[in-house]
């Protein structure tokens, strides 16, 4: 995708990734049934400022393991997935999309469980 500068987005930027994102979603979770395909929750969406290329975070459930061939179900997806959201967003050319993985919720949990763990050991001192 090459260096891209995604500064603030305009109302129509942030509105159409928003549209996408709750749109991805849904096709994902209702309609591909590729078995690469784990637990998926579709974070958030970044586009350019030409509305061409799309960014699509995803969060995978059950770790790296799960999360290289999700990627890879997603993105031998995205012919359907581009031609779907065209016809549901009404877009005369829906955005090239590329799906990237998400880590922050992976981290947060990992975070988590080291303050439990911290925690519990102030307590047993």
Same mark, same amino acid.
């Given at each position: 995708m090459g260096k891209v500068h995604m500064n603030t987005p305009s109302r129509r930027q942030a509105r159409l990734a928003d549209q996408i994102r709750a749109a991805?979603?849904?096709?994902? /979770?209702? +309609?591909?049934? *590729?078995?690469?395909?784990?637990?998926?929750?579709?974070?958030?969406? +970044? $586009?350019?400022? *030409? $509305?061409? #290329? =799309?960014?699509?975070?995803?969060?995978?459930? !059950?770790? =790296?393991?799960?999360? #290289?061939?999700?990627?890879? /179900?997603?993105?031998?997806?995205? !012919?359907?997935?581009?031609? +779907? $959201?065209?016809h549901r967003l009404r877009l005369r050319r829906a955005p090239e999309i590329f799906f990237r993985l998400d880590r922050g919720p992976e981290e947060s949990d990992r975070l988590e469980h080291l303050l439990q763990e911290l925690h519990r050991r102030e307590g047993d001192s």
């Open positions: 991805m979603a849904e096709m994902i /979770g209702a +309609e591909l049934k *590729d078995p690469r395909i784990g637990f998926v929750t579709v974070t958030r969406v +970044e $586009l350019t400022a *030409d $509305l061409h #290329q =799309a960014r699509v975070w995803v969060s995978v459930l !059950g770790g =790296a393991n799960k999360a #290289q061939p999700t990627l890879e /179900g997603l993105t031998s997806a995205t !012919g359907y997935l581009r031609r +779907e $959201l065209s």
